[in-house]
């Protein structure tokens, strides 16, 4: 089995804190790792994850899964194209192999190939790897009801169905699509078939959804074989297919990362899975269980019920909800005064925040930005990210602090032709050999060792000692200790923007 972890998205809902350069499912909301590691975490022990993520993304990702000691593959898709896609990439990935070993057996004799395979222990090569398709940004507390429901629906996948993972609601809640079985007389079984999919709907609707005991949530977790999804994509949507194909057709490998092609994923139709696969089968499943003589896809899709304090975070009102609150029923993170204050989220970053009579509120502080807002408008955050986007503002993209596969940097203070930054380097970590056509930099070390190239000449500079780089000249910075080099840089300038950057070299593939 191969988990496929969904990590691409913006999760806007989550503003000040989750930004589109640093995103929920990095971030560690819910517990001390993030919420892409405890995804992982709640695994049982797995030989690599496979990854989906964005470019931009790539180096958290694949950082994120080295301070867990988890072998990973990330594909990188190059642009959002949405479920249906992103999964057909990994599906393709993973039948490849399966592929390649049947070419291979083709060129053996059938003795050879029996020998071959008892010899390694091998399994059956036309059995399809099982996938495991999760999303990044999900809760779930209690891991054994979790890995229990994974162990049911193994064999069904492997089987061949195609196996959803139903969360029991505790709620009417509108903003979930929901999944309708067929439940039978033998309400204890493990699994049940899937009548079909249905939309987000109004509170009258969701209370009987509910009531019948018939729907579960939509959790947007799947299992299926590889080559059983991609045989579904191909009956009901071609077009996507063929664009994924030819996408991985031209895969470039880069360290840990799979670069697909991007000109032919960009001609991909944006489609989620439900939409793609999961509700033309089941349509298709429910014409033959009607009257048809066939009978092949009236159970192919099946819901495994799930009940294990599942959330997918989509709010600052989700996360106060599944949070451990104080006597007051609030939950505060962080440096944090609160007085007469009840029924509240409040976030401090990196300074103390104070509350005084206030009730029913979420308070998010960052280094930038600011949130208050009462709890039930926090599905309405969108729409500040919107105007931040429409002023053409930053806000929105990136922190104060920006992450790097080197490290990191902090924009400390900045004004009119000047910018000065806080810049922390891993050790062995090292900076593009690089120039600027419109600022000078002035780089003074706080603590650890700089190994320094400037034009022609590579020097060492210790604590308390600094470094000027003048407009034009060709430099790069590494630390070759074994403590993080944390040092002032300041900038001057008629131009101070992050694209004044000419790479020369860089052992990221930043170039």
């Known amino acids: 089995m191969i988990p496929v972890i969904m990590a691409g998205g913006s999760g806007t809902r989550l503003w000040p804190l989750s930004r589109t350069q640093y995103p929920k499912q990095f971030l560690p909301l819910n517990a001390e790792k993030t919420m892409l590691q405890e995804t992982v975490a709640r695994l049982k022990q797995v030989d690599i994850v496979d990854v989906i993520c964005n470019e931009e993304h790539r180096f958290l990702a694949a950082e994120q899964m080295r301070q867990i000691g988890q072998n990973c593959s990330v594909l990188l898709e190059p642009v959002g194209r949405n479920t249906a896609p992103a999964i057909a990439l990994a599906a393709l990935k993973a039948d490849a192999k399966r592929?390649?070993?049947?070419?291979?057996?083709?060129?053996?004799?059938?003795?050879?190939?029996?020998?071959?395979?008892?010899?390694?222990?091998?399994?059956?090569?036309?059995?399809?790897?099982?996938?495991?398709?999760?999303?990044?940004?999900?809760?779930?507390?209690?891991?054994?009801?979790?890995?229990?429901?994974?162990?049911?629906?193994?064999?069904?996948?492997?089987?061949?169905?195609m196996v959803t993972f139903g969360i029991v609601p505790t709620h009417a809640e509108t903003g979930y699509g929901y999944i309708r079985s067929s439940k039978s007389e033998d309400l204890k079984q493990s699994h049940f078939t899937v009548q079909e999919f249905v939309e987000k709907p109004d509170v009258v609707t969701a209370e009987?959804?509910?009531?019948?005991?018939?729907?579960?949530?939509?959790?947007?977790?799947?299992?299926?074989?590889?080559?059983?999804?991609?045989?579904?994509?191909?009956?009901?949507?071609?077009?996507?297919?063929?664009?994924?194909?030819?996408?991985?057709?031209?895969?470039?490998?880069?360290?840990?990362?799979?670069?697909?092609?991007?000109?032919?994923?960009?001609?991909?139709?944006?489609?989620?899975?439900?939409?793609?696969?999961?509700?033309?089968?089941?349509?298709?499943?429910?014409?033959?269980?009607?009257?048809?003589?066939?009978?092949?896809?009236?159970?192919?899709?099946?819901?495994?019920?799930?009940?294990?304090?599942?959330?997918?975070?989509?709010?600052w009102s989700a996360l106060w909800e599944i949070k451990d609150k104080d006597a007051n029923n609030n939950v505060a993170v962080g440096d944090t005064i609160l007085e007469d204050t009840t029924n509240s989220f409040v976030y401090a970053g990196d300074r103390l925040v104070t509350t005084l009579g206030v009730d029913d509120l979420v308070i998010v502080d960052t280094k930038d930005a600011l949130l208050v807002a009462r709890k039930d408008r926090v599905q309405d955050v969108k729409k500040i990210v919107n105007q931040i986007k429409a002023a053409e503002r930053n806000e929105h993209f990136q922190h104060r602090?920006?992450?790097?596969?080197?490290?990191?940097?902090?924009?400390?203070?900045?004004?009119?032709?000047?910018?000065?930054?806080?810049?922390?380097?891993?050790?062995?970590?090292?900076?593009?050999?690089?120039?600027?056509?419109?600022?000078?930099?002035?780089?003074?070390?706080?603590?650890?060792?700089?190994?320094?190239?400037?034009?022609?000449?590579?020097?060492?500079?210790?604590?308390?000692?600094?470094?000027?780089?003048?407009?034009?000249?060709?430099?790069?910075?590494?630390?070759?200790?074994?403590?993080?080099?944390?040092?002032?840089?300041?900038?001057?300038?008629?131009?101070?923007?992050?694209?004044?950057?000419?790479?020369?070299?860089?052992?990221?593939?930043?170039?």
Not at 123 to 133: A, N
Not at 248 to 269: I, N, Q
Not at 405 to 421: C, F, L, T, V
């Open 208 to 315: 009987a959804y509910v009531d019948s005991g018939d729907y579960y949530w939509n959790s947007g977790m799947f299992m299926f074989r590889a080559d059983r999804y991609l045989e579904e994509l191909g009956k009901f949507r071609p077009d996507i297919l063929e664009a994924c194909q030819a996408a991985m057709a031209g895969t470039v490998a880069d360290m840990d990362f799979v670069r697909v092609d991007e000109t032919a994923f960009s001609a991909c139709p944006d489609e989620s899975i439900d939409y793609a696969v999961m509700e033309p089968l089941c349509a298709e499943g429910s014409l033959s269980a009607e009257g048809s003589d066939s009978q092949d896809s009236s159970d192919s899709v099946v819901v495994v019920p799930l009940d294990a304090g599942w959330s997918d975070v989509g709010s």
């Open 99 to 161: 592929i390649d070993a049947k070419n291979t057996d083709a060129d053996r004799s059938a003795s050879e190939v029996r020998s071959l395979r008892l010899s390694e222990g091998a399994k059956d090569q036309d059995q399809s790897e099982i996938l495991l398709v999760l999303a990044a940004d999900h809760v779930i507390e209690d891991v054994a009801a979790f890995r229990d429901a994974v162990a049911i629906a193994e064999p069904l996948a492997a089987a061949g169905k």
């Open 401 to 511: 602090v920006v992450y790097r596969p080197w490290g990191k940097y902090d924009s400390i203070d900045n004004g009119e032709r000047y910018q000065a930054k806080r810049i922390t380097v891993n050790p062995g970590a090292k900076l593009s050999l690089q120039k600027h056509h419109h600022r000078a930099e002035h780089w003074v070390v706080v603590s650890g060792t700089a190994n320094v190239r400037r034009g022609d000449d590579t020097m060492l500079v210790s604590e308390n000692e600094s470094v000027y780089i003048p407009i034009g000249e060709i430099h790069s910075l590494e630390n070759p200790g074994k403590i993080p080099l944390e040092l002032i840089e300041v900038q001057s300038g008629s131009y101070l923007g992050e694209d004044d950057i000419v790479r020369l070299e860089d052992q990221y593939g930043r170039v």
